[in-house]
């Protein structure tokens, strides 16, 4: 499951890119968050990345007092609440395709700190990937999207999630999970199952 040559690269460009082409969306987001509550729009956490090692994600805020606010549902919609984790990818801690990045809590309630499940902490974790796009339908579903990903990971595989995720941005995750279907819950999943020649029992 070693990352493929060039992928820090295509990170470096892909995350370049976005600081620059969403700056005045950053700067609108940031803007619309403080006035609706005043309070920070910016929204810190630990994370268990890459070998296991903690690192904190950057997220804008979407929830006041325990409930979503009007401009966090948006921004959940939408995924744009995860923008500022370009800064994640420039420093080093994430990828931008790659398993979901889980909290320490979400470790211990998936029963994953055990060594059988190393393999899903032997990349870094993503802001988008198979299993964030398709929506698994369970804890172990995702855990096997991740899987497949991980051992049929490419430039050119990580270039049609990140424009996938880019078009969720746009018109939303259910408009573009509409758009797949019937094909977003299998074809991911079996078009890396077939080439690699990975089963369900793998996973």
């Not at 600081?19 to 619309?32: E, R, T, Y």
């Not at 939303?172 to 077939?194: C, F, I, Q, Y």
């Amino acid at each position: 499951m070693i990352a493929y040559q060039g992928k820090r690269a295509v990170d470096l460009a892909f995350a370049l890119l976005a600081c620059i082409g969403f700056a005045p969306v950053v700067a609108v987001v940031a803007l619309a968050i403080w006035l609706e509550d005043s309070h920070s729009p910016f929204f810190t956490q630990i994370r268990i990345g890459r070998a296991r090692r903690t690192f904190r994600i950057l997220k804008f805020r979407t929830m006041e007092g325990g409930a979503v606010t009007r401009v966090g549902r948006w921004l959940r919609h939408t995924g744009l609440d995860e923008l500022l984790q370009f800064v994640n990818v420039l420093r080093g801690e994430m990828s931008i395709v790659g398993p979901r990045p889980l909290t320490a809590e979400d470790i211990v309630r998936l029963d994953w700190s055990s060594d059988r499940h190393d393999w899903r902490f032997a990349a870094k974790p993503g802001i988008t990937g198979v299993a964030q796009i398709v929506g698994g339908r369970s804890a172990r579903h995702s855990s096997r999207l991740d899987r497949l990903y991980l051992h049929r990971q490419s430039a050119l595989l990580d270039i049609w999630i990140i424009v996938l995720s880019f078009l969720i941005n746009i018109a939303g995750k259910s408009t573009v999970r509409g758009w797949m279907r019937p094909h977003a819950t299998r074809r991911p999943h079996r078009a890396l199952s077939d080439r690699q020649g990975i089963t369900e029992s793998d996973s």
